[in-house]
Antibody
Framework: EVQLVESGGGLVKPGDSLRISCAASGFTFSKYSMNWVRQAPGKGLEWVSSIHTSSSFMYYSDSVRGRFTISRDNAKNSLYLQMNSLRAEDTAVYYC???????????????WGQGTLVTVSS | DIVMTQSPDSLAVSLGERATINCRSSQSVFYSSNNKNYLAWYHQKPGQPPKLLIYWASTRESGVPDRFSGSGSGTDFTLTISSLQAEDVAVYYCQQYYSSPPVFGGGTKVEIK
């Protein structure tokens, strides 16, 4: 059974940094591109970032480019998102999502974790 | 970026009746070289993460009941729930993956009348 379990969320102040993680199991992690998708409280879904299987390519939304860094450790079946210079508008549930495509641009997302809440507030 | 517009914002349907959700993209998401529409549908039940229902505009994900169907091409798409069940209460999202960044529609809330 595919499982994605996010962790590391919490309450931080504007300008702070935070790293969130996603532990994957139930599939060959190294064969899939992975994504982060976020959802602000009471709002819709926003794709944040994507990373290819071998970390050769990373993609970012305009809203986080230059502040967030996606990475992965295939030996540990883990996905990460390093978030720097956090802003109030980054407050959201962050979901880890497996990509249904083939190592190109992000496609559809066939499995999702339960999410981890990041709150940015002074 | 491609803009995805869903309608209606919400709808209330009686149990066993048909529910229809529309999604329009600001440019075509049809790729002629492989004859595919790069459009997916999800639903999100309260307190849960989104769940993939449909991809390539009309391909049902494994395990998704056949009362869910997707149709359309180019810029106009429809998700149909042929006979609404109580467990279908959720917010439904379309998403294009024709070009990066992938973009979701604003969502349609489906309730029981």
């Amino acid at each position: 059974e595919v499982q994605l379990v996010e962790s590391g969320g919490g309450l931080v102040k504007p300008g702070d940094s935070l790293r969130i993680s996603c532990a994957a199991s139930g599939f060959t992690f190294s064969k899939y591109s992975m994504n982060w998708v976020r959802q602000a409280p009471g709002k819709g879904l926003e794709w944040v970032s994507s990373i290819h299987t071998s970390s050769s390519f990373m993609y970012y939304s305009d809203s986080v480019r230059g502040r967030f860094t996606i990475s992965r450790d295939n030996a540990k079946n883990s996905l990460y998102l390093q978030m720097n210079s956090l802003r109030a508008e980054d407050t959201a549930v962050y979901y880890c999502a497996r990509d249904g495509g083939f190592n190109g641009d992000p496609y559809y997302f066939d499995y999702w974790g339960q999410g981890t809440l990041v709150t940015v507030s002074s | 970026d491609i803009v995805m517009t869903q309608s209606p914002d919400s709808l209330a349907v009686s149990l066993g009746e048909r529910a229809t959700i529309n999604c329009r993209s600001s440019q075509s998401v049809f790729y002629s070289s492989n004859n595919k529409n790069y459009l997916a549908w999800y639903h999100q039940k309260p307190g849960q993460p989104p769940k993939l229902l449909i991809y390539w505009a009309s391909t049902r994900e494994s395990g998704v009941p056949d009362r869910f169907s997707g149709s359309g091409s180019g810029t106009d798409f429809t998700l149909t729930i042929s006979s609404l069940q109580a467990e279908d209460v959720a917010v439904y999202y379309c998403q294009q993956y024709y070009s990066s960044p992938p973009v979701f529609g604003g969502g349609t809330k489906v309730e029981i009348k």
